[in-house]
T-cell receptor, first 116, second 115 residues
């Protein structure tokens, strides 16, 4: 059973360009979460999605950031007009449908975005 | 807002030492607490704790939860250089809400084990 897959693993963008980060959850998992980890900081929640639905986007910046999890294909985190402050590691995690209120999230290897 | 605080922020030991990492939390309607190990890549799941006083063990690692005092500890005995990593603890949000996916992480403990 393949784990959570993310690509690309490293992404370099110039200021003003767009960044697209992809995440394929583990087989059988229907919930996807995106987290951001800035240098020297912990993981911060960004958005939680199920197929074709955004469940909670309370951690997403109000502008330039969007996420989707279409019926077919991977989840996409999109950052428009990137700025240097967007440089970070972006992790995707997935989990199976909730069972009794306790669960585990499995993380992908992350995409390290560098904005030059 | 849920809050997770870990201590110490960093720890340097020698191989063979035993370490204890701490995680305290403030959560409304606690459900579980999770420990992860993060090396230079994805956090890897270690333990999920839901009940007080029941130790979870995996090799040289063990963890226990105290729901009365709102903390958990992660113990590593006979440390090895391969244990060097950032150890993260996290809590999910309130039970009954729609956003049970939103893990709140502590800032992590950076453990360095010297040979």
């Amino acid at each position: 059973n393949a784990g959570v897959m993310q690509n690309p693993r490293h992404l370099v963008r110039r200021r003003g360009q767009e960044a697209r980060l992809r995440c394929s959850p583990m087989k059988g998992h229907s919930h996807v979460y995106w987290y951001r980890q800035l240098p020297e900081e912990g993981l911060k929640f960004m958005v939680y999605l199920q197929k074709e639905n955004i469940i909670d986007e309370s951690g997403m910046p109000k502008e330039r950031f969007s996420a989707e999890f279409p019926k077919e294909g991977p989840s996409i985190l999109r950052i428009q007009q990137v700025v240097r402050g967007d440089s970070a590691a972006y992790f995707c995690a997935s989990s199976p449908p909730n069972q009794g209120g306790s669960y585990e999230q499995y993380f992908g290897p992350g995409t390290r975005l560098t904005v030059t | 807002e849920d809050k997770v605080v870990q201590s110490p922020l960093s720890l340097v030991v020698h191989e063979g030492d035993t370490v204890t990492l701490n995680c305290s939390y403030e959560v409304t309607n606690f459900r579980s607490l999770l420990w992860y190990k993060q090396e230079k890549k994805a956090p890897t799941f270690l333990f999920m704790l839901t009940s007080s006083g029941i130790e979870k063990k995996s090799g040289r690692l063990s963890s226990i939860l105290d729901k009365k005092e709102l903390f958990s500890i992660l113990n590593i005995t006979a440390t090895q250089t391969g244990d060097s990593a950032v150890y993260l603890c996290a809590v999910p949000p309130n039970a009954g809400g729609t956003s049970y996916g939103k893990l709140t992480f502590g800032q992590g403990t950076i453990l360095t084990v010297h040979p």
